[in-house]
């Protein structure tokens, strides 16, 4: 999975209460990206980061907040967890370039009840 | 804004044949179009990458074409094996830089 980690790979909570997901690279990529996946609905982008501190939102950003505060790592934060927000999270990672192919990690598997 | 649509039903296939997908987008025509492999319970893999001046592209025994004027990337796996079984995603540039619009996939399935 080309240098990415992610954790917890598999998480329960319940509504309402906050959970971050971190990744993690060890390729010094600039852009990380975070994505929900769901039956149905493919992969949709969250929140991006072009940077250190640089983010920006995705399609399905409402809930979530991000950071990142090292070219490392990317932290995912949903600030009060719902049912809706059950699904599995992918982390992925990019050089840029011309044409950012993307590199994933693992995913994590969230249920909320 | 830009939609990808993918054949939503699965593709079985006997093994040695040619499995061919298709990857068909709505509005304005992207920079480049790139194809991931997705296998169950893991994270999508880059497989190839085409580009818009870019007619066809091969890789072993993958091939990607483009057309523009369709709005269509077809992919292509010849002599298909069982270990090709997978979902095989497009995804392309949505213009805003360093962004991808991901279709939804596409599952093969090849029988030996």
């Known amino acids: 999975d080309a240098g990415i980690t992610q954790s917890p790979r598999h998480k329960v909570t319940e509504t309402g209460t906050p959970v971050t997901l971190r990744c993690h690279q060890t390729e010094n990529h600039r852009y990380m990206y975070w994505y929900r996946q769901d039956p149905g609905h493919g992969l949709r982008l969250i929140h991006y980061s072009y940077g250190v501190k640089d983010t920006d939102k995705g399609e399905v950003s409402d809930g979530y907040s991000v950071s990142r505060s090292k070219t490392e790592d990317f932290l995912l934060t949903l600030e009060s967890a719902t049912s809706s927000q059950t699904s599995v999270y992918f982390c992925a990672i990019s050089a840029g370039g011309e044409f950012h192919e993307q590199y994933f990690g693992p995913g994590t598997r969230l249920t909320v009840t | 804004s830009q939609k990808i649509e993918q054949n939503s039903e699965a593709l079985n296939i006997q093994e040695g044949k040619t499995a061919t997908l298709t990857c068909n987008y709505t509005?304005?025509?992207?920079?480049?179009l790139q194809w991931y492999r997705q296998d169950p319970g893991r994270g999508p893999v880059f497989l190839l990458l085409i580009r818009e001046n870019e007619k066809e592209k091969r890789k072993e025994r993958l091939k990607v074409t483009f057309d523009t004027t369709l709005k269509q990337s077809l992919f292509h796996i010849t002599a298909s094996q069982p270990a090709d079984s997978a979902t095989y995603l497009c995804?392309?540039?949505?213009?805003?830089?360093?962004?991808?619009?991901f279709g939804q996939g596409t599952e093969l399935s090849v029988k030996p």
């Open positions: 509005n304005y025509s992207p920079a480049y």
């Open positions: 995804a392309l540039d949505d213009n805003q830089g360093g962004k991808l619009i």
